[in-house]
């Protein structure tokens, strides 16, 4: 039973008790108080994420440079991506992201109930972003859009009129493109199973006002998710001049 479902207990002894038993069975040994342990998950959760950032960081330098020096052969394969469907996944992430930050406050203020809703929200979310590319990648592989898999030269040379030496450049864009949203959909299956473990835990009233951090540190991964996207967007679905026949699934 948790401690905001115990009528027999007062404010103010439930107070009482979140700061001695329920500290002192949450705080590990190695740690000095609750403040403590907070500050170093936090601080691990940022050492992990400055590694994500070099990872991203490197294929990112790398899509921008290739970018400028085969521009025409990019922006052509840029055209046939749906940046409609990108689109709108950067709407579903960025509202995932606003109910995830609803969770931690709700976690802060001791509402168990909302905490577990805008958990559950941000990996509904999360589903509907993997869906949505799923749709995406099925559009991909009708319109021959996997190099080395399902490609055909000659399509783009004789529809879009491209140079033969020019194939090879369109499929390195095609190989970033698969490449860095293929890993992006990675984490945020990562994230998804995360949101609903924490979901899980506030469920059974592991959480409160004063033990909430691993709802926090997990929404600091959830943010860096949502920002790489922000990046892929225009880097790779922007980069091309589209049309109206982007409408067309």
Same mark, same amino acid.
């Given at each position: 039973? $948790?401690?905001?479902?115990?009528?027999?207990?007062?404010?103010?002894?439930?107070?009482?008790?979140?700061?001695? $038993?329920?500290?002192?069975? &949450? %705080?590990?040994?190695?740690?000095?108080?609750?403040?403590?342990? #907070?500050?170093?998950? $936090?601080?691990?959760?940022?050492?992990?994420? =400055?590694?994500?950032?070099?990872?991203?960081?490197?294929?990112?330098?790398?899509?921008?440079? /290739?970018?400028?020096?085969?521009?025409? =052969?990019?922006?052509?394969?840029?055209?046939?991506?749906?940046?409609?469907? +990108?689109?709108?996944?950067?709407?579903?992430?960025?509202?995932?992201?606003?109910?995830?930050?609803? @969770?931690?406050?709700? @976690?802060?203020? +001791?509402?168990? &109930?909302?905490?577990?809703?805008?958990?559950?929200?941000?990996? %509904?979310? +999360?589903? *509907?972003?993997? *869906?949505?590319?799923?749709?995406?990648?099925?559009?991909?592989?009708?319109?021959?859009?996997?190099?080395?898999?399902?490609?055909?030269?000659?399509?783009?040379?004789?529809?879009?009129?491209?140079?033969?030496?020019?194939?090879?450049?369109?499929?390195?864009?095609?190989?970033?493109?698969?490449?860095?949203?293929?890993? #992006?959909?990675?984490?945020?299956?990562?994230?998804?199973? =995360?949101?609903?473990?924490?979901?899980?835990?506030?469920?059974?009233?592991?959480?409160?006002?004063?033990?909430? $951090?691993?709802?926090?540190?997990?929404?600091?991964?959830?943010?860096?998710?949502?920002?790489?996207?922000?990046?892929?967007?225009?880097?790779? /679905?922007?980069? +091309?001049?589209?049309?109206? @026949?982007?409408?067309?699934?």
């Amino acid at each position: 039973m $948790s401690l905001d479902q115990a009528s027999i207990w007062t404010p103010a002894e439930r107070d009482e008790l979140q700061h001695t $038993s329920l500290v002192r069975h &949450r %705080l590990e040994e190695q740690f000095r108080d609750l403040e403590q342990q #907070h500050e170093v998950a $936090s601080l691990g959760m940022w050492i992990f994420l =400055a590694t994500e950032v070099m990872f991203f960081g490197t294929l990112f330098v790398g899509l921008g440079v /290739y970018t400028y020096m085969h521009h025409e =052969a990019f922006v052509k394969a840029s055209e046939k991506l749906n940046w409609l469907i +990108g689109g709108t996944n950067t709407v579903v992430l960025l509202i995932s992201s606003l109910m995830i930050v609803l @969770a931690v406050h709700s @976690a802060r203020v +001791g509402n168990q &109930r909302h905490l577990v809703m805008f958990l559950a929200l941000t990996a %509904l979310l +999360g589903v *509907c972003f993997l *869906c949505l590319k799923g749709v995406e990648y099925y559009i991909d592989w009708r319109d021959n859009l996997i190099p080395g898999w399902k490609f055909d030269a000659e399509e783009w040379i004789q529809r879009d009129h491209l140079r033969p030496e020019q194939v090879p450049q369109v499929q390195l864009f095609l190989l970033f493109y698969w490449t860095m949203t293929g890993l #992006h959909a990675l984490h945020v299956i990562l994230g998804i199973g =995360a949101v609903l473990a924490m979901a899980l835990l506030a469920r059974r009233g592991r959480f409160s006002p004063v033990y909430y $951090s691993p709802v926090d540190v997990t929404a600091l991964y959830w943010h860096f998710v949502d920002i790489v996207w922000i990046f892929l967007l225009p880097m790779l /679905y922007l980069t +091309g001049t589209h049309t109206g @026949a982007d409408f067309h699934f």
